[in-house]
């Protein structure tokens, strides 16, 4: 089945670039493309149209320039969890969207009630 944008979709899932991805338990977040591979193991093969499947680890968190926040293993700061909680995720799922088309930005963090 077609999802419109798909094209662009696929394009864009690069290493570094930011997407919104829901997790197992269905929340979605604002996360960071990792690394982009072809599926491996059971999971290889093609798709329907013979295309090559393909995979995305994804981590789910976004970097910033903002020192106060937390730096990852190499030196990069980032808002969001850290690299233990990466997984991989086949890029034909819709678990994966356009940054800001799940995840909405935070506001009023820290503001007392």
């Known amino acids: 089945m077609y999802t419109p ?4 979709k696929l394009q864009l899932l690069q290493p570094d670039s930011v997407f919104d991805v829901c997790d197992e ?9 990792i690394e982009r591979m072809e599926c ?4 290889a093969g093609k798709d329907c149209d013979g295309n090559t499947l393909e995979e995305v680890k994804v981590g789910y968190r976004y970097y910033t320039d903002d020192g106060e926040t937390i730096p990852d293993p190499t030196g990069r700061h980032y808002i969001g969890y850290s690299p233990k909680f ?9 678990s994966i969207q356009f940054a800001g088309s ?3 930005p935070y506001t009023g963090v820290g503001e007392k009630m």
Request: overall charge positive; cysteine-free; aromatic content about 10%.
């Open 40 to 43: 491996e193991g059971n999971e």
């Open 102 to 104: 799940m995840v909405k």
């Open 86 to 94: 990466d997984i991989i995720r086949r890029i034909s799922l819709a």
């Open 5 to 8: 944008g798909w094209d662009k």
């Open 25 to 33: 338990q269905r929340n979605w977040f604002r996360a960071t493309i």
